[in-house]
């Protein structure tokens, strides 16, 4: 997962385009192209160097690290000015730090646990990745899914149109008018007060039951296709409704989970590990009570567990 970027380090860049003449973001966009710029050279490896800072080299890997980072992203902009904007702040970047190690802003003590915090968050970070790339696999996402549609009961789903009115003196009316051969779609467009489905003819699309509140739901369901119910009353309104077709819901295709599979894998692995971490570390709370493992807070101590 990505490590967010310090907001030390993102008011560093803002500073930066402000004085370019550019601002982050959607304005960024929007501005001129920097004068006279010195076209970034094309980086053939990570080795590539791209600039020199005092003797000390701007890598083409350096970029793309940068380029990684959220508070960077240059949306609208085009990747040869992009470049030369990672190159330019690259160059502000070191110019600043090593104006930084000059004046022995990290020889501090505040310096040096700000240090040692991210370094332990981006090697968790790292840890974390790598743990979940092992879990990751096709094999994976796909026994999760062939697990998940297996235990997917099936369900019916309703494609239904609806025209909502404030009484039920309008709704007898309109339910009249439809079942004596008026168009459904066209008296919605005219008289439905649902700003959502009325410009639709009314259209609903697909919902299965507990999608919809239970006096619609039970309506919708009741009916066959083609059917035109009395007015039914909800917390909306009165509504008129016509079932158009039912089905039982297709199961999505695995390309469709795969997104949410993998997710999912990556989530449950990053879990897995903190909390196998967590079981097999001495924890305490100095000045409080000491933090049991898994197996302790059930009233087992280490050496009560069995191989």
Sequence with gaps: MPIPFSLRRASALALILAGSGLAPGAALAQAPAPKAATPAPAATSPETVVAKVNGQPVTAADLALAAEDPALSLPGVDEGAKQNLLVDYMI??????????????????DFKRKLAYFRDKLLLDEYLEREAKKAVTPEAAKALYDQTVKSMKP????????????????????????KGGEDFA??????SKDPGSKTEGGDLGWFTQERMVK????????????????PVKTQFGWHVLRVEEKRTKPVPTFDEMKEQIDQYLTRKAQQDTIVK???????????????????????????????
């Design 186 to 191: 066209k008296v919605a467009a005219e008289l």
């Design 277 to 307: 971490l967590r079981e097999a570390a001495k924890v305490e709370r100095v000045g409080g009570s000491a933090t049991p493992a898994a197996g302790e807070a059930k009233g087992e101590t280490k050496g009560d567990k069995k191989p």
């Design 155 to 178: 369900e019916e789903e309703v494609h239904a149109r609806h025209i909502l009115v404030e009484s039920e003196d309008e709704a007898k009316k309109i339910a009249a008018r439809i």
């Design 92 to 109: 502000d970047l070191k110019v600043g730090a090593q104006a930084a190690e000059a004046a022995k802003v990290g020889d501090s003590p």
């Design 215 to 230: 006096p619609f739901a039970d309506a919708a369901f009741k009916l066959a296709p083609g059917q035109v119910s009395d």
